[in-house]
């Protein structure tokens, strides 16, 4: 378990990381969201004991992070860490005995990372030749090689088109049906979505929102409630029940109702008011949480 209590970070003058606290299950997969400047980068430095924290405590199953500790885990940074000149075999494997391997487990874990992401063909090619997405599946190789008991993965879909985003999604599956604990970030809210058991919202450097995706949809305040056809009576319908006109298309029209409102009775009001051929209400998406919980409102009712 991966636990952060109350952790701050300075840069000089700049709080980057303000009191920031969650915990991460065995096994699961946590997604840090937040936009640019947000702390992500920097709360997951810490993790990983690059940067101390200022104040707080970061614990692995009861431990502080040392080198030790260290070398169990695993880390994508947003940035390409490879060596240009070097193979794409030779790095993998190197990666892998700075983290303890033997060279013919290194060896034989290569090739069985290598066929999974697909770059077997590009073994003997300097990383420098290769795309930006294969890149990123050899930055994957070197992360994941000695089966981490945490791999921290910075902005990994970036710049990536579909197929190699998919494969990296496959990959962090295959990494938590071993036992692999994730926390990533992200900036891509489908792919994230998919993949995190749980999520924390940060913006300014503090938690704005935490939890799973049903609890955080229990929290959120609306829900999207698409209707049609688009008459007088039934706009008065919504217009009685306090509801916001959110949008409107060819086939129906769109009102944020109150999530403890009645749907019920308000499908009934609307289907008295006239023949309703459309009538659904909606969760709140990933996307909607994340841009409410970084608005202008500290924390906004997302956590507590």
Known sequence: MLVLDRVTRSFGGVRAVRGVSFTVSTGGVYGLLGPNGAGK????????????????????????????????????????????????????????????????????????WMDRLDIAQYARRACSELSKGNQQKVQMACASLHDPELLILDEPFSGLDPLNAEA??????ALRERGTTLVLSSHQMWQIERICTEFCVVAGGEVRARGTLPELRRAFPTRTVRVSPDTPEIRAVFRRAGAAEQSADDEALAYAVSADADFSALLREVVAAGPVTTFDRAEPSLSEIYVRAVGDQPNDGLVE
């Open 168 to 173: 990296l999604l496959r990959a962090m599956q």
């Open 41 to 112: 980068t920097t709360t997951m430095r810490m993790i990983l004991g690059i940067y101390p924290p200022d104040s707080g405590t970061i614990s692995w199953n009861g431990h502080p992070v040392d080198a030790a500790l260290r070398r169990r885990f695993g880390y994508l940074p947003e940035e390409r860490g490879l060596y240009g000149r070097m193979r794409v075999r030779e790095q993998i494997v190197y990666f892998g005995r700075l983290h303890g391997l033997t060279h013919a487990d290194a060896n034989r874990r290569c090739d069985e």
